[in-house]
């Protein structure tokens, strides 16, 4: 039972455009999502993060936006630069009256910048 | 660099035995947390610990175990190995038991054959 899902396994965008990278998830218990970055041969780096009780987060090129209703988000990466080619992955967080749990995530979208 | 270390980076091992995967949290994090990646099930959360102790359980087989030493560094014991366990196996740290930032380090490759 996946319950972060990024349906698009990769995504080819031109440098300068707009890359919007999608995430759909089914618990509603999460009260954090991540979005991380990841480069072949290192471990996942983290980008941005949003709490369930906002819709958006910015951090310089990279916003992310969540759709609580409809259990959706979304990274935009406004330009988009040959740097940013990577694999990236939508994770979630459920925190309990114990404690946080590790992170969930998703099978990850390999985004590549064309010159 | 995100300041969590892991050793080793390779690992080639046959099925039935056993092997340890060392991690050193980032300077001042209390917490470790270990991950599978494998090609089909993408990354999944194994175990966490925090200073010391046992914290959260996620997908981690009876073979596998892990502890968390006084100096904060941890261990991921694989034990009974089978071509299955073949995978990236990745440590991350945090503040705190309760934060959500991670941070990763570069993973062992372990290759069951």
């Known amino acids: 039972d996946q319950q972060v899902k990024q349906n698009s396994p990769s995504l080819s965008v031109q440098e300068g455009r707009i890359s919007i990278l999608n995430c759909d998830y089914t618990n509603s218990m999460f009260d954090y999502f991540l979005w991380y970055k990841k480069y072949p041969a290192e471990g996942p780096t983290f980008l941005i993060s949003i709490s369930s009780i906002k819709d958006k987060n910015e951090d310089g090129r990279f916003t992310v936006f969540l759709n609580k209703s409809a259990k959706h988000l979304s990274l935009h990466i406004v330009p988009s630069q040959p740097g940013d080619s990577a694999v990236y992955f939508c994770a979630a967080r459920v925190f309990s009256g114990g404690g946080a749990d590790g992170l969930t995530f998703g099978k990850g979208t390999h985004l590549i910048i064309q010159p | 660099d995100s300041g969590v270390t892991q050793t080793p980076k390779h690992l080639i091992t046959a099925t039935g035995q056993r092997v340890t995967l060392r991690c050193s949290p980032r300077?001042?994090?209390?917490?470790v947390y270990w991950y599978q990646q494998s090609l089909d099930q993408g990354l999944q959360f194994l175990i966490q610990y925090y200073n010391g102790e046992e914290r959260a359980k996620g997908n981690i087989l009876e073979r596998f175990s892990a502890q968390q030493f006084p100096d904060l560094h941890s261990e991921l014991n694989l034990s009974s190995l089978e071509l299955g366990d073949s995978a990236l196996y990745f440590c991350a740290s945090s503040v705190n038991g309760d934060s959500y930032e991670q941070y990763f380090g570069p993973g062992t490759r372990l290759t069951v054959t």
């Open positions: 300077s001042g994090d209390l917490s």
